[in-house]
């Protein structure tokens, strides 16, 4: 294994340790605001990796890219709007993903700024500059990734939580009683999106137009340095 090669899996495992509690601590922390303290009492508003991962889940996560962190457990009835409650504790998940890629990509508009930073962009050296904005970047791409996939309107993801807020209680019953052929489903549906080509993957176009949208609104901070 070459160095670029280790250095890009020390990126993805720093990220996922970032990454991981910021998204399930915001389910936690809304969960909390609806009232539900249940998630809160087990300590999941927290920032630290080892309240969140599950270990098996962990491992796909770094080897494979698709693996999952321990539930954040709720118990609907204690909250305030039941139905809103439990579409905005799923939806806050992927939005806090959102506001961490403006972080990343507003990081590193700030890094094209600096004279090393606009190097180390521009060159294949692996120096310590490059080694941060590579942090940046899988940052940048891992919080959009988790977002659009998190999205998916199929359980246990956080996209079906939201859609449910739209839907009927014979809806709820119906995804209940069918719980195997749902979840086959979702395996299904999760195979087939890792095999389809960029041209016919909507979460490809989904990743690319949320990271494009990102990058739109921090281009304007190097050019105030550069002027390209």
Request: hydrophobic content about 50%.
């Amino acid at each position: 294994m070459d160095l670029d090669r280790v250095l890009q899996f020390v990126a993805r495992v720093l990220t996922l340790l970032l990454v991981i509690p910021i998204h399930e601590s915001a389910h936690a922390l809304v969960a909390r605001w609806f009232g539900d303290d249940t998630a809160e009492r087990a300590g999941r508003i927290s920032l630290n990796p080892m309240d969140h991962f599950d270990p098996i889940g962990t491992i796909l996560m770094i080897l494979t890219g698709f693996g999952w962190a321990k539930p954040v457990p709720i118990n609907p009835v204690r909250m305030k709007k039941f139905r809103a409650g439990i579409a905005l504790t799923a939806l806050a998940g992927p939005v806090s993903n959102i506001l961490a890629a403006f972080v990343g990509a507003l990081a590193y508009a700030i890094v094209l700024c600096t004279e090393t930073g606009y190097e180390a962009s521009t060159s294949s050296a692996i120096t310590p500059m490059s080694c941060v904005i590579l942090l940046i970047r899988y940052f940048f791409s891992v919080n959009i990734g988790l977002a659009v996939f998190n999205m998916i309107p199929l359980p246990p993801l956080d996209g079906y939580n939201v859609l449910s807020y739209f839907t009927s209680a014979k809806v709820d019953r119906w995804f209940h009683q069918h719980q195997r052929e749902v979840s086959m489903a979702f395996f299904i549906v999760i195979i087939s999106i890792n095999f389809l080509p960029s041209w016919i993957n909507p979460l490809y176009y989904a990743r690319s137009f949320i990271g494009d949208l990102l990058w739109t609104c921090v281009k304007w901070i190097p050019k105030l340095r550069w002027g390209y």
